[in-house]
């Protein structure tokens, strides 16, 4: 526990002087002697002609794209192609040591990373391994087509390797037999049971996604390291430090079970080629000057980094040796400052105008792929016929594959006739537990503060009607809680991590009682990094893990916009089906705190595919929602409303059941039935809509139906049209700011729906359109009851006697519009 951390001040105040770790540049000094014992002239060659490999692979990628055609083979390549050739070395030398349990995650510009490790796994599996992997990936049909061409070559390693040619060409063209069903393409090909995961086209998109995987490894004790590859240009990027202050963090030393082993075994490799498109981090977009350097202000070990020279694959193969063990002993993160260069443009589009011919030259003259070939001559490992003949087998074979790899009879495109993309987004399956073994907890679950919940009344109201005192009844947060101590006892993998979440017991309450259940690595703080939060929790959720990430408030969501709407929301999808996502993201929505801590953003994510959103406003739905995302395995952004926290359950009879219990996916629930008036709400305003039911029925003998429509995505629109139909009537209302609200989206799809059953139009009302303002003026911002009725007088059914007291009239409507408020 941190508090067990005393911060004395006579030593923090002590005067003194840091003294920091010398960082090796480029220190490796080459023996061919110790290397050719080491690794046999055998091994040697073939790192030249994975190199070779890889090299010819993209030449044949950049003739297609640039003239569509290569060696007679025509084909226009609609899609990117961002190009290694010069990067071989540093690829082909990283992955010689790694074995398939070792993840990398790469960049757009990552076929190279992509032959090599699949090329270097090829060759420490035995052949009944990799044949059963070929057989059983996506149903076999990429082997299928590689064993209709023949393979030509003998035995199953060589099958392989056409099986890896074929399968990443067709992904690149987009064809549905490709790794990812052709829906990752270039940027994002990835084929797992090598240990190729995600490739990233966001810059340093890898750094937290990794970082996530490594926390899968270690705290599930699975074997391998990750290493995320990633660009110079990437040390611009927020994301990629927070992804180093997380895999950084000393309370894996401090605070974690030693037995757990230690920091994850996360390598951070920056592929250095020197250039960020056209930007130059050297000398003109960054301070660096020698990118190793950042490690320096990382941690008192510099993260042991160093600047290794990537034109020497054995060089690589050395520094990954070394590190390996730095990692799985639990002392990283690494960091390695792989120097390399692109001799191709940024892409086929780009004509390189920021740099000179002079400089491509110098480092085409040291070109890696010729400076090997002639190490391997001079030492005799091989002669010029064997090294030629290795070319001339490459260009075979990938003239053998190109063909089938574009054609539209042998490997056609995913249906877009269908809803084929759309099913690929979400998996939709149910799982109590992600892996088998017993969940690691401190106490019996019958000795946690469920017994203290349990015996707490489970619904706010007495037989009379009246409020029970809120401290004896079970509340909104702690039916939040039963539902993730349910799954932290079911679900050996499932972690929780975000700002405040271990002591504190989350910012708001609702994790007290699991810091004395759990320990510390299913249960921990991260630094204030929600980029971080987020792509780590992406990362572990992919690599085969249940998490529950926190952002604090709402208004958060901007800092980590990308892993939300770029990786949170498309991996499932751009994987072809492959991954699942049984992530779930609680976000508060605030109040009281003024502009920058009280906003509503459900509206961003209802507009990503891939998410699915979910907004309880009850007791009973916290729990039973709660419930329903933990066993799923799709990402779930799971709104909860601050001013809800401390309510009891009032609305449904029975109160929240001490047994598990889920609710329907996508099912709206009819709060009140009424004849004369459907009101919709989504979130706390809920209550509002209920107190302007009950003034409707008083003042004006209206009976308005209720629903709270609980989800956002799915959502299950037939309940709500049912009522529309039956009222003719309906107000849509959120606290949600108005102009862009979620709600217009349902305005239109009720309009659409029900068109010919309402008398009306249909009226939205949300938060006004201002910055939120301090919690005294609060109730001229979120809607309050009599906006809503003062609608429903403006804009669809006149009250008689009515006294608008609120500016809700159309002419209102023109008015803030044009003004943009």
């Known amino acids: 526990m941190t508090k067990a951390i005393t911060i004395d001040p006579a030593e923090v105040r002590k005067p003194g002087v840091l003294r920091a770790p010398e960082i090796p540049i480029n220190a490796y000094v080459s023996d061919p002697k110790a290397e ?9 060659v073939r790192m030249y002609r994975d190199m070779v490999f890889i090299r010819e692979f993209e030449t044949m990628l950049d003739r297609i794209k640039r003239e569509g055609n290569y060696h007679g083979i025509e084909y226009n390549h609609r899609g990117p192609a961002h190009l290694s050739i010069g990067q071989e070395s540093a690829a082909v030398g990283q992955c010689y040591h790694l074995t398939p349990d070792d993840f990398i995650f790469g960049s757009h510009r990552s076929h190279g990373e992509i032959l090599a490790k699949s090329f270097s796994a090829i060759q420490k599996l035995d052949e009944v391994e990799l044949l059963s992997i070929m057989e059983s990936y996506m149903g076999g049909a990429a082997l299928r087509v590689v064993e209709g061409l023949g393979n030509g070559h003998g035995d199953v390693r060589d099958l392989a390797i056409n099986y890896v040619l074929y399968g990443a060409m067709a992904e690149i063209f987009g064809r549905e037999n490709g790794f990812n069903k052709g829906m990752g393409g270039s940027m994002h090909a990835f084929f797992p049971p090598f240990g190729v995961m995600p490739n990233n086209a966001i810059v340093g998109g890898s750094a937290d996604i990794a970082t996530g995987a490594a926390l899968f490894k270690r705290i599930n004790r699975r074997p391998g390291i990750v290493i995320a590859n990633i660009g110079d240009a990437s040390m611009g990027c927020g994301p990629v430090w927070e992804a180093m202050m997380l895999a950084a963090m000393d309370q894996y030393r401090t605070l974690w079970d030693p037995e757990i082993g230690g920091a994850p075994p996360m390598l951070f490799n920056f592929v250095n080629n020197f ?18 350097r950042v490690g320096l202000g990382v941690n008192p070990e510099a993260m042991h980094a ?15 040796e070394r590190k390996r063990k730095i990692l799985e002993e639990g002392r990283g993160p690494v960091l390695l400052d792989t120097v390399t260069y692109r001799f191709s443009g940024h892409s086929p589009s780009d004509a390189s105008a920021y740099r ?14 010729q400076g090997f070939r002639h190490y ?65 907890v401190l106490l019996p679950k019958e000795e946690t503060r469920l017994k203290v919940l349990q015996a707490k009344s489970r619904f706010g109201l007495d037989e009379n009607g009246r409020p029970l005192p809120k401290l004896r009844c079970l509340t909104y947060a702690e039916a939040l809680f039963e539902a993730m101590i349910h799954r932290f006892y079911e679900d050996p993998t499932m972690i929780a991590f975000g700002e405040e979440n271990r002591d504190w017991g989350g910012a708001f309450g609702v994790y007290r009682g699991l810091t004395e259940c759990l320990p510390y690595h299913r249960l921990f703080n991260t630094p204030i990094s929600e980029a971080a939060i987020v792509g780590a929790a992406v990362g572990y959720a992919i690599s085969g893990g249940r998490v529950v990430a926190e952002l604090m408030y709402c208004d958060f969501m901007g800092r980590a916009g990308d892993e939300i709407f770029n990786q949170m929301a498309k ?22 705190y003024g502009a920058q801590h009280s906003q509503d953003w459900s509206s961003l994510v209802a507009h990503i595919p891939g998410l699915k959103v979910m907004f309880p406003a009850t007791p009973y739905d916290a729990k039973g929602m709660l419930n329903l995302a933990l066993r799923g395995t799709d990402p779930v952004v799971f709104f909860e409303s601050q001013r809800l926290y401390p309510e009891p359950e009032i609305l449904v009879p029975g109160g929240v059941p001490v047994e598990y219990y889920e609710v329907e996916m996508g099912e709206p629930a009819i709060r009140r039935e009424g004849t004369d008036l459907t009101i919709v709400t989504i979130g706390a305003t809920l209550y509002r809509a209920l107190e302007a039911a009950d003034e409707l029925a008083e003042r004006y003998d209206l009976s308005a139906e209720v629903i709270d429509a609980r989800f956002i995505n ?32 349902m305005a239109s799809n009720i309009s659409q729906l029900a068109f010919d059953y309402l008398d009306g139009p249909v009226a939205v009302v949300g938060a006004r359109n201002w910055i939120t303002p301090p919690a005294e003026l609060e109730e001229a911002f979120f809607p309050q009851k009599e906006w809503i009725i003062d609608t429903i007088h403006e804009r669809i059914l ?24």
């Open 376 to 440: 391997l001559l001079e030492y005799g490992h091989a002669d010029e016929g064997q090294l030629d003949a290795y070319h001339e087998e490459i260009v075979e074979r990938l003239v053998h594959i190109l063909p089938a790899a574009i054609s539209d009879e042998i490997s056609p495109r995913i249906s877009v006739q269908s809803d084929a993309i759309g099913e690929l987004m979400f998996s939709n399956q149910v799982r109590d537990r992600l892996a088998e073994g017993t969940p690691e």
């Open 275 to 292: 250039y960020g498109m056209g930007g130059q981090p050297k000398g003109e977009t960054m301070g660096f000057e020698i990118l190793a």
């Open 306 to 320: 160093e600047r290794i020279d990537g034109y020497n694959p054995l060089a690589v193969a050395d520094a990954i």
């Open 356 to 369: 000179t011919k002079e400089e491509i030259d110098l480092w085409m003259q040291q070109d890696a792929l």
């Open 714 to 745: 799915p959502l299950n629109y037939e309940k709500i049209v049912d009522s529309v139909k039956k009222t003719g009537k309906v107000v849509l209302a959120s606290d949600a700011c108005e102009r862009g609200s979620f709600l217009h989206t």
């Open 36 to 44: 050719a014992e080491k690794y046999g002239s055998e091994n040697l």
């Open 798 to 821: 006149p009250l008689p006697g009515h006294q608008v007291t609120t500016a809700q009239a159309t002419a209102e409507i023109l008015r803030r519009n044009r003004l943009g408020i």
């Open 571 to 592: 991996w499932q999808g751009m994987s072809g089906g492959l991954l699942t996502m049984p992530m779930v993201l609680r976000v508060s929505v605030g109040s009281k």
